[in-house]
T-cell receptor, first 115, second 111 residues
Framework: NAGVMQNPRHLVRRRGQEARLRCSPM?????VYWYRQLPEEGLKFMVY????????ESGMPKERFSAEFPKEGPSILRIQQVVRGDSAAYFC?????????????FGQGTRLTVV | SQQGEEDPQALSIQEGENATMNCSYK?????LQWYRQNSGRGLVHLIL?????REKHSGRLRVTLDTSKKSSSLLITASRAADTASYFC???????????FGTGTRLQVFP
């Protein structure tokens, strides 16, 4: 059973381009969480999704950021018109049920650099 | 904000010594979890302790939870150089399903 797979591991985008980050949860996990981490800081919650539904997006910036978790395929975090301040590590986690019931398993992250 | 605060922010010890990290949080929780992050890598889950539990052990790790003080501690006994990492506590508040992370403790264990 492979762990949480994120790709790409590293992504470089020019200002104004779009960034698409992918997360394949562990087999049997239907709950996905996205976090952002700036250097030397903790993880900031962005969004919580279940299959085809956004459950909590209270940590997502209102503009340029969107997330989806389709019935088939990986979860996608999309950042449109990237700016330098979007440079960070983005981590995805999955769990078989809610965080209130079970631990979350994290991917290795995607490091986004905006130049 | 529910975000946990961890203390100390950084800790340096010699191999063989014990390391204690503390976490405080603000709201009532469903559970509290501890994670480790090696530099530039993903997070590894260490222990989950539920609100009705007071202590859990896993190998050289011991976690305590005091819900009356809204605090938890992580003790690593007989530390090794390989324990060098950042350690984060994360809480799940009642009526939410999201993990909220603390600020982390950077632990350095010298050989």
């Amino acid at each position: 059973n492979a762990g949480v797979m994120q790709n790409p591991r590293h992504l470089v985008r020019r200002r104004g381009q779009e960034a698409r980050l992918r997360c394949s949860p562990m087999k049997g996990h239907s709950h996905v969480y996205w976090y952002r981490q700036l250097p030397e800081e903790g993880l900031k919650f962005m969004v919580y999704l279940q299959k085809e539904n956004i459950i909590d997006e209270s940590g997502m910036p209102k503009e340029r950021f969107s997330a989806e978790f389709p019935k088939e395929g990986p979860s996608i975090l999309r950042i449109q018109q990237v700016v330098r301040g979007d440079s960070a590590a983005y981590f995805c986690a999955s769990s078989p049920s809610t965080s209130g019931q079970s631990e979350a398993f994290f991917g290795q992250g995607t490091r986004l650099t905006v130049v | 904000s529910q975000q946990g605060e961890e203390d100390p922010q950084a800790l340096s010890i010699q191999e063989g010594e014990n390391a204690t990290m503390n976490c405080s949080y603000k709201t009532s929780i469903n559970n509290l979890q501890w994670y480790r992050q090696n530099s530039g890598r993903g997070l590894v889950h260490l222990i989950l302790i539920r609100s009705n539990e007071r202590e859990k052990h896993s190998g050289r790790l011991r976690v305590t939870l005091d819900t009356s003080k809204k605090s938890s501690s992580l003790l690593i006994t007989a530390s090794r150089a390989a324990d060098t990492a950042s350690y984060f506590c994360a809480t799940v508040a009642y009526n939410t399903d999201k993990l909220i992370f603390g600020t982390g403790t950077r632990l350095q264990v010298f050989p």
